[in-house]
């Protein structure tokens, strides 16, 4: 008789675990870039909340900005889980699990990083397949990248501050699989410098998020314009490849960098 009442108990507890795994909630990402891969992966009907930024807005319910978002708007969808970026939202994780909220960090800040959040967002959604689905496609487009031109490259997040992309950053990494050297490759990850600095390097091209034509002193440098979404680890980086590939062959063709001999 013990030894029937031991059986339904673990069989109880078998079950009970069983439903917790399988429990698919909502989930709210204050991520823009996340919102895309988890479509993508395909546990787009479990978001049921984004930021005021995301790309998909307009079919979620908005639940504020990055930094100060609406809490009780977030309460109130119940979600499991909330995606939140670390360092910029360290506030807001300890707010989000002060009022009971789990958060999942999906800050990629390099390509290889990029592929490893992929791949765990994956597992964490259950979404596994999906997920290695989507990262051996950005596998492929990398492993496809030739080099169009020899050049020195400079990348220009933000000119008020001036901050610049150096080593062991997501566009960096890119750019230098099309040939190019990062002229501020002695900085690690993203920093201010000064205009001086910039006027005074030696490089060929100029990347940047937003409009920069007519600028004194970058007369002879080959400018290459891109949306802040392809500076940024996410989906873009497939548009983000066929837009470097196209451009910096211009840059070729107009002399202003040198082909790849």
Same mark, same amino acid.
């Given at each position: 008789?013990?030894?029937?009442?031991?059986?339904?108990?673990?069989?109880?507890?078998?079950?009970?675990?069983?439903?917790?795994? %399988?429990?698919?909630?909502?989930?709210?990402?204050?991520?823009?870039?996340? =919102?895309m891969?988890?479509?993508?992966?395909g546990?787009?009907? !479990?978001?049921?909340?984004v930021? /005021?930024?995301s790309?998909?807005k307009?079919?979620k /319910?908005?639940?504020? =900005?990055?930094?100060?978002?609406?809490y009780?708007?977030?309460?109130?969808l119940?979600? =499991?889980l909330?995606?939140? /970026?670390?360092?910029?939202?360290?506030?807001?994780?300890?707010?989000?699990?002060?009022?009971?909220?789990k958060?999942?960090?999906f800050?990629p800040?390099?390509?290889? %990083?990029?592929?490893?959040?992929?791949?765990?967002?994956?597992?964490?959604?259950?979404?596994?397949?999906?997920?290695?689905?989507?990262?051996?496609s950005?596998?492929?487009?990398? !492993?496809?990248?030739?080099?169009?031109?020899?050049?020195?490259?400079?990348?220009?997040?933000?000119?008020?501050?001036?901050f610049?992309?150096? !080593?062991?950053t997501?566009?960096?990494?890119?750019?230098?699989?099309?040939?190019?050297?990062?002229?501020?490759?002695?900085?690690?990850?993203?920093?201010?410098?000064?205009?001086?600095?910039?006027?005074?390097?030696?490089?060929?091209?100029?990347?940047?998020?937003?409009?920069?034509?007519g600028r004194?002193?970058?007369?002879?440098?080959?400018?290459?314009?891109?949306?802040p979404?392809?500076?940024?680890?996410?989906?873009?980086?497939?548009?983000?490849? =066929?837009?470097?590939?196209s451009?910096?062959?211009?840059?070729? %063709?107009?002399?202003?960098? !040198?082909p790849?001999?």
């Amino acid at each position: 008789m013990w030894f029937f009442y031991r059986v339904r108990v673990t069989f109880i507890g078998f079950l009970i675990l069983f439903n917790c795994a %399988e429990r698919k909630g909502g989930i709210v990402s204050l991520v823009p870039s996340a =919102d895309m891969i988890i479509y993508e992966i395909g546990a787009g009907e !479990r978001l049921v909340g984004v930021s /005021t930024y995301s790309p998909i807005k307009g079919s979620k /319910t908005v639940v504020g =900005d990055l930094i100060n978002p609406d809490y009780e708007r977030i309460r109130s969808l119940s979600p =499991d889980l909330v995606i939140i /970026t670390l360092p910029m939202q360290n506030r807001v994780k300890e707010r989000l699990e002060n009022l009971g909220m789990k958060t999942y960090d999906f800050s990629p800040e390099s390509v290889e %990083e990029l592929i490893r959040d992929i791949l765990d967002l994956g597992r964490v959604l259950g979404k596994e397949e999906g997920a290695k689905k989507l990262a051996d496609s950005i596998e492929r487009v990398l !492993r496809e990248i030739e080099p169009v031109g020899d050049f020195s490259f400079v990348v220009i997040i933000s000119e008020s501050p001036i901050f610049v992309a150096g !080593r062991n950053t997501y566009i960096s990494e890119i750019l230098k699989l099309f040939g190019g050297k990062n002229h501020f490759s002695y900085l690690d990850g993203y920093k201010g410098v000064s205009v001086e600095e910039v006027l005074s390097g030696n490089f060929d091209v100029v990347v940047v998020p937003y409009e920069f034509s007519g600028r004194i002193g970058f007369e002879n440098k080959c400018i290459i314009k891109l949306s802040p979404d392809q500076i940024s680890p996410g989906l873009e980086i497939f548009s983000l490849i =066929d837009s470097l590939r196209s451009r910096i062959a211009v840059c070729v %063709e107009k002399n202003l960098v !040198r082909p790849i001999r």
